[in-house]
């Protein structure tokens, strides 16, 4: 069974920064392609971004100012999110790429104009 655990939301000023972080156990990690989902209130779960081996994808919305890692001795892919805006406001969440294991808690990224 594997579990997916988000952690590094906040409440941030428009043009702050974070950095989310998402840790996996039990599962193959370092085998799969990973990626960021986020979902805000009344709509569907978006990809935000997504690492496939040595290569990033990433929203229109979000290029230039989020950037995709991942550190496979530690099971763990981070998101470094700069100049936030408003419209970032979202849970944000982390799985396969394409989604395919259980969805963790998420983690809410709240930010203020």
């Known amino acids: 069974q594997v579990r997916l655990a988000e952690s590094g939301g906040g409440l941030v000023q428009a043009g702050g920064s974070l950095r989310l972080s998402c840790a996996a156990s039990?599962?193959?990690?370092?085998?799969?392609?990973m990626g960021w989902y986020r979902q805000a209130p009344g709509t569907q779960r978006e990809l935000v971004a997504a690492?496939?081996?040595?290569?990033?994808n990433y929203a229109d919305s979000v290029k230039g100012r989020f950037t995709i890692s991942r550190d496979n001795a530690k099971n763990t892919v981070y998101l470094q999110m700069n100049s936030l805006k408003p419209e970032d406001t979202a849970v944000y969440y982390c799985?396969?790429?394409?989604?395919?294991?259980?969805w963790g808690q998420g983690t809410q990224v709240t930010v203020s104009s």
């Open positions: 690492i496939i081996g040595q290569s990033t």
């Open positions: 039990g599962g193959r990690f370092s085998l799969n392609a």
């Open positions: 799985n396969t790429y394409p989604s395919s294991w259980a």
